[in-house]
């Protein structure tokens, strides 16, 4: 009995997934309640070029470059303890994160111990001015490897604003106080 439990114990502190983690999957991505009134949601997709041993990235960090706060991150994350008990804000690609007013940029990705620190062409073209509180989507960005040697790039999908994000942004804001500033997608045809 000694050894069952000590055996329950190592795999679930291990190097493994945690025991709450097949209900965490089955969890939709879902917008948290707002930080303030001032604050917008931003929705963000990011794609990783395939592999042998690629995984989703699973943590963005976006940076405010204005004055007023200047060098200030706001990051969302799968990754964390107890996650089953929160709200889902990052699944398969997909991103939730609130920004309050001013001026950010993408500053970096994660994806389990690899880090992708952005070029500063990459962060300024990733820029967003929020000015005011609302919802928006930024669309697909597609991490990219040219060759065998060649730096990793970003590449804009320009799906923002499609059907298909409509509905993904509409599930995850559905029932909170985001659902006020988006529009409904319009309803497939029978």
Do not use: N
Request: net charge positive.
């Amino acid at each position: 009995m000694k050894r069952w439990l000590l055996l329950l114990l190592l795999v679930s502190h291990g190097a493994c997934f945690r025991l709450s983690d097949p209900i965490y999957a089955m969890k939709p991505l879902r917008a948290a309640e707002p930080h303030g009134d001032e604050y917008s949601l931003v929705f963000l997709s990011i794609q990783r070029e395939g592999g042998l041993f690629a995984r989703d990235i699973d943590t963005v960090y976006f940076r405010r470059v204005d004055p007023p706060a200047r060098g200030s991150f706001v990051w969302t994350t799968s990754e964390f303890l107890f996650r089953v008990f929160d709200l889902r804000s990052v699944k398969d690609g997909h991103f939730l994160i609130q920004l309050s007013p001013g001026v950010w940029e993408l500053d970096r990705m994660v994806s389990g111990r690899t880090h992708w620190l952005l070029s500063d062409e990459a962060r300024v073209s990733s820029r967003i001015y929020i000015t005011r509180p609302g919802v928006y989507d930024l669309g697909t960005l597609r991490l990219d490897k040219p060759g065998l040697f060649g730096k990793y790039s970003l590449a804009v999908q320009g799906d923002a604003g499609s059907a298909e994000r409509s509905r993904q942004l509409w599930d995850a804001v559905k029932g909170t106080p985001w659902e006020r500033l988006v529009a409904a997608p319009p309803r497939d045809a029978p």
